[in-house]
């Protein structure tokens, strides 16, 4: 029998504006408790501006053996790669 309560996953970022980044995992009943152990954990030295919580049961992946399906379809349509535009001259921020 299971005793442990749910298995969070913690994502952190460390100043606004920046991507959040996988930290870690908490054990936590619901997203409150999460948070609460996520600062505990990986935020004790005001290391971080932004936390998010994600239930590790929520989380879907793939695996390996999509790898073709997901992954290969891409490299038949050169339009997806930034190979095949030409940049116009005086073009800014592109």
Same mark, same amino acid.
């Given at each position: /029998? #299971?005793? $442990? *309560? #749910? &298995?969070w996953e913690v994502f952190v970022q460390s100043k606004p504006g920046q991507s959040y +980044?996988? !930290?870690g995992s908490v054990? !936590? =009943? #619901? +997203? $409150? /408790? !999460? &948070? $609460?152990?996520?600062?505990?954990v990986y935020t004790r030295r005001g290391e971080a501006s932004g936390l998010w %919580? %994600?239930? !590790?049961a929520d989380i879907a992946a793939s695996s *390996? =053996?999509?790898h073709d399906m997901l992954f290969d379809p891409a490299n038949d349509k050169i339009y997806r790669h930034p190979t095949f535009y030409q940049v116009p001259a005086g073009a800014k921020n592109i």
């Open positions: /029998m #299971d005793t $442990q *309560l #749910d &298995l +980044k996988h !930290a054990h !936590a =009943s #619901d +997203k $409150q /408790m !999460a &948070l $609460q152990n996520a600062r505990d %919580v %994600v239930r !590790a *390996l =053996s999509d």
